[in-house]
T-cell receptor, first 112, second 115 residues
Framework: KAGVTQTPRYLIKTRGQQVTLSCSPI?????VSWYQQTPGQGLQFLFE???????NKGNFPGRFSGRQFSNSRSEMNVSTLELGDSALYLC???????????FGEGSRLTVL | DQQVKQNSPSLSVQEGRISILNCDYT??????FLWYKKYPAEGPTFLIS?????DKNEDGRFTVFLNKSAKHLSLHIVPSQPGDSAVYFC??????????????FGKGTKLSVIP
């Protein structure tokens, strides 16, 4: 069974640009969550999608947005990039009532 | 306000000895706790979990203990192996509304197992 796939794995952008990251969940998983990991901050919840609807959102500015498609694939977008947006962005899928998440390898974004 | 805290950023243990990683939480609504392990350049992988109705869960070398009254959980690894060297994240989930699968993570503890 294929795991969670994230693309691209690495990318470099400059301040003010926008970026779109993609995530394909494990087959059959309908929930997709996004997390941001920065040094010393652990994993911070961005948002969660289920059946194409955003079900929950963390404390991030409106520059961070996402969506989910009918095949459960998800994208997240960050507009007007800032230096502080440099991070590892992790996507996770789940099909468990208890919330066990399966993570992808992440997309490492560097903003110059 | 950090709801899940891992107060030790790092821990070094000799191979074969016990590793104990600690985690504290403040939100009494959390009812399910998980530990994830993360190697560099990889996503976190699920290790072990425990429901709030239990106080202990064991899986091979890994045991998680939960003390609800103290809002504290710990992960024991016995015996520790060099391959266990990684960053360990404690995570918690509870009723965040509409059945959402949100996890709240600690900042992680970097475990180094010395051969």
């Amino acid at each position: 069974k294929a795991g969670v796939t994230q693309t691209p794995r690495y990318l470099i952008k400059t301040r003010g640009q926008q970026v779109t990251l993609s995530c394909s969940p494990i087959s059959g998983h309908r929930s997709v969550s996004w997390y941001q990991q920065t040094p010393g901050q652990g994993l911070q919840f961005l948002f969660e999608y289920f059946s194409e609807t955003q079900r929950n959102k963390g404390n991030f500015p409106g520059r961070f947005s996402g969506r989910q498609f009918s095949n459960s694939r998800s994208e997240m977008n960050v507009s007007t990039l800032e230096l502080g947006d440099s991070a590892l962005y992790l996507c996770a899928s789940s099909n468990s009532i208890t919330g066990e998440l399966f993570f992808g390898e992440g997309s490492r974004l560097t903003v110059l | 306000d950090q709801q899940v805290k891992q107060n030790s950023p790092s821990l070094s243990v000799q191979e074969g000895r016990i590793s104990i990683l600690n985690c504290d939480y403040t939100n009494s609504m959390f009812d399910y706790f998980l530990w994830y392990k993360k190697y560099p350049a990889e996503g976190p992988t699920f290790l072990i979990s425990i429901s709030s109705i239990k106080d202990k869960n064991e899986d091979g070398r890994f045991t998680v203990f939960l003390n609800k009254s103290a809002k504290h959980l710990s992960l024991h690894i016995v015996p520790s192996q060099p391959g266990d060297s990684a960053v360990y994240f404690c995570a918690a989930s509870g009723d965040s509304g509409a059945g959402s699968y949100q996890l709240t993570f600690g900042k992680g503890t970097k475990l180094s197992v010395i051969p």
